[in-house]
């Protein structure tokens, strides 16, 4: 801030009444906060309240004339607010009156702190002249951004110490100890966070045993440790240049000499008041955004006692070394944390985020020159006495086409004529086919018995080339901008074909008069092409976390509701219903199927038995037909014979089965599984007469029960699924069928798309978060909706939203094959129906502490990101991080610019008309 903030505050009586002043920085002292307070029946005696600290807090007590009394404490408080501004806060907890005290607690004023200020875009300054140029406006906007990912850090030993601080319990521990060797107990309990929590607000509040060891005010701790806090500000403000001048300001801020201050340092004293600090900043963590400016103050006096026996130790030290002690993080232990969980995950999960990689992200950048001429378009000749009049007539008309399927609509872009070429879009489509590769990391096949193989390692697909040079990155950008070109430079050959058929009717006419000359004139027409300069600018270190979106589609169906389509939820597939081959349908759930798929009309399945009979009078044979599609599959025979006839037996063959039937007893065969026809014959004998005589007296029935065959069972199952896949393929279209799709822009369907990911990806990180601490927190509200705001605020604050990239898959067994790798140019009924979506999402520069303590731990810190807390788990990564924080981190041109010429539909007169 470069000026005062001031501001006014009352309370609800509007009795007393606070007109605050934030000074700025000034070269005698910090930022302070001034606050002179008005009692309205005493309006000439004014009381004043000073913060020397933004960020602290002091007691006051004053007694107006009137005898009315105000006692309490103000303090300075940091918020999370949206934007870019940080902004802090004016807390307040007094009681004011003479014999009814009233008491007020709760902010007072808000104002934002000095922000970041932007750096300032790069405009390259090579002017450009030619023949036949056109001058335009100067105008510079982002083409496409792309990340050259760098190895995933590995940890370097010799950094740990500058980078970290960390916490160790005395051997064997003392009372110093004890509150951090309780939670260390607690993580075995089922219940563990919600004691660990009780235990941490047991100690703040002083209750046994951890009765006044919690610090309340850092500043009444005993010895020099109570100006480690302002001794840390004091070093990252003046960063000294050597070891001499940073012993200087130690010395000066803590009143004692180097010898001094090594004997304090190894002092008894020192090393309670020490402990304190680290157990009270347990308790902190736990219960994060308790008492906030007081854990900044924490946090900076470890620091301090991590720097200062260095200080004291190494008899040389850079301007380098010395910001990097200063600006250690602070290591939170295991086992105690990262805190576990309390409670189970509610709901199914949208996906899943992790940390993926660090990389270098470049833009490049296109900047208007102006026009040139290019290629002859046509040339108009007129001789010498010769009058040539010229009429050219172009016809437009609109046909309205549906078309059916995405393809066709994507065409249907590319033919209008009016839309003009648009360089983005090429590029980002150009780009798709650029940028993949594949790294495989210790994959490895060990073979074990014969038929066992054992698959180790994995691989990971990247989309852009590893480790890059300056003239790397330049030649990979001008590839992607000539395959763009080109691909444009064919779309306007086409656009120039189909204006001459273009219906509405447009007239033109020319004259040329060269009645009364002696020369021949000649006009040169020639197409007017755009004059860009693109350049590469290298925007700086990125930290990226990989995320995977489960049915993305489901993400955009609130605004395709507002759009037009009739049902917010999808409908069903065959897959959903279990079945995923047509062996799978059964005359037990086919009707089920048929119903959940809105199927009316569809066969039945082959009637489980169809029976056919014959009937034999005498002795007889034929044939006995049998449906078709069936096989035989059992037959009954009964006889019945005539009045006098002594016949003892008749027998008979049917098929390849012989049988023997007496009256009055039937006879079972188990047939061969014929089809089609079976053959049968019958005759009797009379035993009676010798010799026997065959006699035709009787009759014989035979009912034979058949069975679908393979064939015909396996037909039904084919036709039935393929009628049910039909139905649930139509319904699938008219459900992505975007309603008004000719009417929507590209950039629009585009922007659908970004905001469905960004929604999804709110919900993915807010599930994460849930996972990392459980259902519901100890000391929380029990509706969770009140802790959402706060954190989709941090949400959308911490990640760039505006530069991820996604790429939708099909999940498959084996590695997934990637269908679509962009931002940009996936057609909404891709999208819907993407079963997964893998999306890379950059992080905010000022904001990676907190993201990784984030993605660990689901909780947020509520300071300054470089006085966030770590854990172990990410020392290399943060590691990583401190070091090209430590790095350039403004903008930086990569290699000077070069000239791209973009094809137009217009056309220019060279040098207006010529005689020659």
């Not at 219960?287 to 946090?299: D, F, T, W």
């Not at 004139?521 to 925007?539: C, F, H, M």
Request: aromatic share 8%; hydrophobic share 40%.
């Amino acid at each position: 801030m470069s000026d005062p903030i001031r501001q006014s505050w009352q309370t609800a009586d509007k009795m007393l009444s606070f007109e605050f002043t934030i000074r700025p920085d000034s070269p005698n002292g910090p930022m302070a906060i001034v606050a002179d307070v008005n009692w309205i029946r005493t309006p000439q005696a004014n009381f004043t309240i000073v913060l020397q600290e933004l960020y602290g807090s002091t007691s006051f007590q004053h007694t107006y004339p009137d005898g009315m009394i105000l006692r309490g404490e103000l303090k300075g408080i940091s918020i999370v607010s949206p934007g870019d501004w940080a902004q802090a806060a004016v807390f307040g907890d007094f009681h004011y009156g003479s014999h009814d005290f009233r008491h007020f607690e709760g902010t007072m004023i808000t104002y934002p702190t000095e922000p970041t200020n932007p750096v300032d875009p790069i405009i390259p300054v090579s002017p450009y002249s030619g023949s036949t140029t056109v001058t335009g406006s100067v105008q510079t906007c982002d083409l496409f951004p792309y990340v050259f990912l760098r190895t995933w850090p590995h940890l370097d030993p010799e950094r740990l110490e500058r980078d970290f601080v960390f916490y160790r319990t005395s051997s064997p521990p003392t009372a110093a100890d004890s509150f951090f060797l309780a939670l260390s107990q607690l993580t075995t309990q089922s219940n563990a966070r919600v004691q660990i929590e009780k235990a941490s607000q047991a100690y703040l509040d002083g209750q046994p045993p951890w009765t006044g060891m919690d610090i309340r005010d850092i500043n009444n701790l005993n010895g020099a440790i109570s100006c480690f806090h302002q001794l840390d500000r004091r070093l990252i403000d003046d960063q000294p240049e050597d070891r001499e001048q940073a012993l200087a300001i130690v010395e000066l801020d803590l009143e004692l000499t180097a010898e001094q201050l090594e004997t304090y340092l190894q002092s008894a004293i020192y090393a309670v008041e020490l402990g304190r600090v680290w157990q009270t900043l347990f308790a902190h963590m736990v219960l994060l955004g308790y008492r906030v400016c007081e854990s900044e103050q924490l946090i900076r006096t470890i620091r301090m006692s991590h720097f200062l026996p260095r200080l004291l130790s190494q008899l040389t030290l850079n301007r380098e070394e010395i910001i990097e002690y200063a600006n250690a993080s602070v290591v939170l232990p295991q086992p105690v944390f990262p805190l576990p969980a309390n409670g189970s995950i509610s709901g199914l999960s949208p996906g899943w985020v992790k940390p993926y990689a660090v990389g270098d992200l470049q833009m490049v950048r296109q900047r208007l020159l102006g026009y040139r001429g290019g290629e002859i378009a046509r040339i108009v000749n007129v001789m010498p006495g010769e009058r040539k009049e010229i009429s050219r007539r172009s016809r437009k008309a609109t046909i309205e086409t549906q078309n059916t399927t995405e393809k066709h609509s994507k065409k249907s872009r590319h033919f209008n004529s009016q839309k003009e070429s648009n360089l983005s879009d090429e590029v980002t489509k150009t780009i798709v086919g650029k940028t993949k590769s594949i790294n495989y990391s210790d994959f490895k096949t060990n073979y074990g018995p014969p038929t066992t193989a054992t698959l180790s390692g994995g691989w990971d697909e990247a989309w852009t080339t590893n480790s890059p040079g300056q003239k790397q990155a330049t030649r990979f950008a001008r590839e992607v901008l000539d395959e763009s070109r080109s691909s444009l430079a064919r779309q306007v050959s086409e656009v120039r074909q189909l204006q001459v058929t273009d219906e509405t009717e447009e007239s033109e006419n020319s004259v040329v008069d060269n009645v009364q000359g002696d020369c021949a004139i000649v006009g040169v027409y020639r197409w007017l092409n755009k004059v860009l300069e693109a350049t590469v600018v290298r925007y700086g270190a990125r930290f990226l976390v990989e995320m995977e979106i489960c049915q993305p589609g489901r993400f955009l169906a609130a605004p395709l509701a507002l759009s037009g389509t009739r049902n917010l939820e999808p409908p069903v597939t065959l897959a959903s219903l279990g079945v995923t081959r047509f062996t799978d349908i059964t005359a037990q759930n086919y009707a089920d199927l048929a119903a959940s798929l809105g199927v009316t009309q569809i066969e039945p399945p082959p009637e489980a038995t169809k029976t056919v009979s014959a009937v034999f009078n005498g002795h007889s044979e034929q044939v006995i037909e049998l449906p078709d599609g069936y096989q035989a599959n059992l037959a009954v025979i009964n006889c019945v014979m005539g009045e006098g006839t002594a016949i003892s037996r008749v027998q008979g063959a049917l098929g390849q089965k012989q049988f023997v039937c007496q009256p009055g007893k039937s006879v079972s065969l188990v047939m061969d599984a014929e089809t089609s026809q079976v053959p049968a014959a019958v005759s009797a004998t009379a035993v009676a007469m010798s010799p026997p005589e065959v006699i035709d007296s009787f009759q014989v029935i035979m009912v034979v029960t058949t069975q679908p065959t393979t064939n015909r069972m396996t037909r039904w199952q084919i036709d039935t699924y393929q009628q049910l896949s039909n139905a649930a393929q139509e319904a699938q279209r008219s459900f992505y069928a975007i309603t008004d799709a000719n009417q929507r822009s590209p950039s629009a369907e585009v922007d659908m798309e970004r905001r469905a990911i960004k929604r999804a990806g709110f919900a993915v990180l807010m599930q994460h978060a849930e996972s990392k601490t459980g259902s519901q927190p100890y000391g929380s509200p029990d509706d969770s909706a009140e802790l959402a705001p706060a954190m989709s605020q941090f949400i959308d604050r911490v990640f760039e939203w505006n530069e991820l990239s996604f790429q939708l898959l099909e999940p498959q067994l084996e590695e997934p094959e990637p269908l679509i790798w962009s931002s940009e140019g996936v057609s909404l009924a891709e999208f819907q129906q993407a079963r997964l979506a893998r999306v890379l999402l950059p992080i905010r520069p000022d904001y990676v502490l907190r993201a990784a303590l984030f993605l660990e731990s689901g909780s947020i810190w509520p300071g300054a990101d470089p006085l966030t807390p770590v854990l172990d788990q990410d020392l290399a990564l943060i590691s990583h991080l401190k070091a090209l924080d430590r790095q350039a981190s403004c903008e930086q041109l990569v290699e000077p610019g070069w000239e791209v010429l973009l094809p137009t539909s217009l056309q220019i007169l060279e040098n207006t008309i010529l005689e020659v």
